[in-house]
Nanobody, 117 residues
């Protein structure tokens, strides 16, 4: 499985940004896709995830602001980020859990999001 993430950038507080993560390869083995983020000096934290069945999970800090839609035809999940705050500034990483043999977690390259005026 290969993951190609894109869409980071600089945005003002209160603004919106959409990240994309396109999967390729053995996508049939993917059970969960989502996003982690890591700010300088902080641990990596789960932001949002979506299962192959469509169930979603969000960090409390982003609930009601972020969503994780997906386009199955494009094998792509997105992270729609609204009402962005300076504390959302971080490197965002797309990931995919695979139930292959052996099970594995794949990672995309980080994409930087900076929320600043």
């Amino acid at each position: 499985v290969q993951l190609q993430a894109s869409g980071g950038g600089l945005v003002q507080p209160g603004g919106s940004l959409r990240l994309s993560c396109a999967a390729s390869g053995s996508i049939f083995s993917i059970t969960v896709m989502g996003w982690y983020r890591q700010a300088p000096g902080n641990q990596r934290e789960l932001v949002a995830a979506i299962t192959s069945g469509g169930s979603t999970n969000y960090a409390d800090s982003v609930k009601d602001r972020f969503t994780i839609p997906r386009d199955n035809a494009k094998n792509t999940v997105y992270l729609q980020m609204n009402s962005l705050k300076p504390e959302d500034t971080a490197d965002y990483y797309c990931y995919a859990d695979s139930n292959g043999s052996p099970p594995w977690t794949y990672w995309g390259k980080g994409t930087q999001v900076t929320v600043s005026s």
